[in-house]
């Protein structure tokens, strides 16, 4: 923890609730966000649904060709689940201006 304030990191996390229906097209917007590190998908109750760690590379890259089996997966679970919580971890760099969520991790 000491490693990312002394370097100007800084970690957070943030919950979107969403319907089934837009859960495909929120996690590709999500992915082409250059800050996002990890995405948590849950269901209503809140249990791990699936797990999708990103790397800088992956974010900045050709980021619906390497997650489009994910995606696949994503969408039959969607067609079968009527809402989701979306779990996002982002990383902020010194000098980024985009605004801290509340609750840090």
């Known amino acids: ?3 990312e304030h002394k370097s100007g990191k800084h970690t957070w996390a943030e919950n979107i ?6 859960l ?6 999500l992915l082409k966000e250059g800050n996002v590190r990890r995405l948590i998908i849950r269901n209503a109750n809140g249990e791990v649904l699936l797990e999708i ?7 900045v890259g050709g980021v619906t ?3 489009a089996p994910i995606l696949v997966a994503l969408g039959a ?3 079968l689940i009527a809402s989701f919580k979306i ?3 982002r990383k902020q760099e010194e000098g980024d201006q985009t605004p801290k ?4 991790v």
Request: glycine residues 6%; charged residues 25%.
């Open 101 to 104: 969520s509340p609750n840090p």
């Open 17 to 22: 609730e969403i319907a089934g229906d837009q």
């Open 65 to 67: 060709t390497m997650i």
């Open 24 to 29: 495909v097209a929120k996690v590709k917007e």
């Open 1 to 3: 923890m000491e490693d």
């Open 87 to 89: 779990e996002v971890i």
């Open 77 to 79: 679970m969607a067609a």
């Open 53 to 59: 760690p990103l790397t800088t590379g992956l974010a």
